[in-house]
């Protein structure tokens, strides 16, 4: 069992910064693979990014490559999405999500954070 909590989300301008964090509990968080997905009003949930249980791939949604970053840190069984030069299209609530397998279906995971606010203004 693992339960995820998302933070780090709030108000920033366009062209800014905000590092989302997903915190976990359980020893076995370090073996799963953690995604990232994002919804906008109106919108179905989308993928973001994912890396797998090392650290050692990770893969994004191809319109936020160069942009956004994600990495872990097993010490703290934290995961990490650094977004950087935002856009007002970036508002959206941000789920951390994880799973044994994952992929970039939001039916991939089993588990889920509650959800973090990032608003972008213009």
């Known amino acids: 069992q693992v339960q995820l909590v998302d933070s780090g989300g709030g108000l920033v301008q366009a062209g800014g910064s905000l590092r989302l964090s997903c915190a976990a509990s359980g020893s076995t968080f370090r073996r799963y693979v953690v995604g990232w997905f994002r919804q906008a009003p109106g919108k179905e949930r989308e993928f973001v990014a994912l890396i797998n249980w090392s650290g050692s791939s990770t893969y994004y949604a191809d319109s936020l490559k160069g942009r956004f970053t994600i990495s872990r840190d097993t010490a703290k069984n934290t995961v990490y999405l650094q977004m950087n030069s935002l856009k007002p299209e970036d508002k959206a609530v941000y789920y951390c999500?994880?799973?044994?397998?994952?992929?970039?279906?939001?039916?991939?995971?089993?588990?889920w954070g509650q959800g973090t606010q990032v608003t972008v203004s213009s």
């Open positions: 999500a994880a799973d044994l397998t994952g992929g970039r279906r939001v039916s991939g995971y089993d588990y």
